[in-house]
């Protein structure tokens, strides 16, 4: 069975400190092959008590789009279960380089445990078991931060969009996929806060027009404004389905 579980829909600090939606990212299962995304706060718990369960033993690797809490809280303690405490080393860690430097998120005891960490740079193309991930372009959020667009034989393309200020190449950057999931923390632009607003995320829709759309990462004045309730309104401005996530949706791809 082939699948994306929403373990988390939660963006930015404010929806992360109150938990008003959970902060666990998101889980790719495409049958051989089983990665995680942006494992945040709380990641562990809410794969554990998916139902059905998700092993994080049988995780093929990880991949970190940025440095930020919301999304790297729980990458530690997600290595530490992936490879059974250290004692099966496996799995491949996908990250920017300045969560592994400087000030790094990745802390450096556990690095070991890994078969490999691949450093992500824009136009990088990575694999992982069966399946293969680009990075499109380096996007734009203050620090080093990455998405990617994935294909693997007989499945759609699928891209993931995390957080950003839109720039003109983003949605050209993103065409051709037949899904495309897409961090949408605010209602309506800021100009002072480098992440993605409903009216941004449509512009992206409409001129990649992929068969299907997926928001997420939602911050409090999307909560606010029920977002969930205007999901067929979106639908019909961008001419795709689009759907709004919840926390523990999935998402069959078979």
């Given at each position: 069975?082939?699948?994306?579980?929403?373990l988390?829909?939660?963006?930015?600090?404010?929806?992360?400190?109150?938990?008003?939606?959970?902060?666990?990212?998101?889980?790719?299962?495409?049958?051989?092959?089983?990665?995680?995304?942006?494992p945040?706060p709380?990641?562990l718990?809410?794969?554990?008590k998916?139902r059905?369960?998700l092993?994080?033993?049988?995780l093929?690797?990880?991949f970190?789009s940025?440095?930020?809490?919301?999304?790297?809280?729980?990458?530690?303690?997600?290595?530490?279960?992936?490879?059974?405490?250290?004692f099966?080393?496996?799995?491949?860690?996908l990250?920017?380089?300045?969560?592994?430097?400087?000030?790094?998120?990745?802390?450096?005891?556990?690095?070991?445990?890994?078969?490999?960490?691949?450093i992500?740079?824009?136009?990088?193309?990575y694999?992982?078991?069966?399946?293969?991930?680009k990075v499109?372009v380096?996007?734009?959020?203050?620090v080093?931060?990455?998405?990617f667009?994935?294909?693997?034989s007989?499945?759609?393309?699928?891209?993931?969009?995390?957080?950003?200020?839109?720039?003109?190449?983003?949605?050209?950057?993103?065409?051709?996929?037949?899904?495309?999931i897409?961090?949408?923390v605010?209602?309506?632009?800021r100009p002072?806060?480098?992440?993605?607003?409903?009216?941004e995320?449509?512009i992206?829709?409409?001129?990649?027009?992929?068969?299907k759309?997926?928001?997420?990462h939602?911050g409090?004045?999307?909560?606010?404004?029920?977002?969930?309730?205007k999901?067929?309104?979106?639908?019909?401005?961008?001419g795709?389905?689009?759907?709004m996530?919840?926390?523990?949706?999935?998402?069959?791809?078979?």
């Open positions: 069975m082939a699948f994306i579980k929403f988390g829909t939660a963006g930015a600090r404010f929806v992360l400190i109150k938990q008003l939606r959970a902060s666990g990212g998101i889980w790719f299962c495409l049958n051989e092959t089983q990665f995680l995304v942006d945040g709380g990641t718990v809410r794969a554990l998916s059905p369960p092993n994080p033993g049988k093929t690797g990880i970190l940025h440095k930020h809490l919301d999304h790297s809280g729980d990458v530690n303690v997600m290595i530490e279960a992936m490879t059974n405490g250290g099966s080393p496996r799995g491949v860690l990250s920017p380089g300045d969560a592994l430097e400087g000030e790094p998120v990745i802390f450096k005891y556990l690095r070991s445990f890994l078969n490999r960490i691949e992500l740079k824009a136009g990088g193309e694999q992982l078991g069966q399946v293969s991930l499109p380096q996007l734009q959020h203050g080093e931060t990455y998405g667009i994935m294909t693997e007989g499945k759609p393309t699928i891209g993931y969009l995390p957080d950003t200020r839109f720039f003109q190449q983003l949605p050209w950057a993103y065409a051709g996929c037949s899904i495309l897409i961090n949408t605010l209602l309506e632009p002072d806060l480098y992440h993605l607003s409903l009216p995320a449509e992206i829709i409409r001129e990649t027009h992929p068969k759309a997926i928001l997420t939602f409090m004045s999307m909560l606010k404004a029920r977002i969930w309730e999901q067929e309104e979106v639908s019909r401005r961008t795709v389905e689009v759907i996530a919840s926390d523990g949706l999935t998402f069959p791809l078979d």
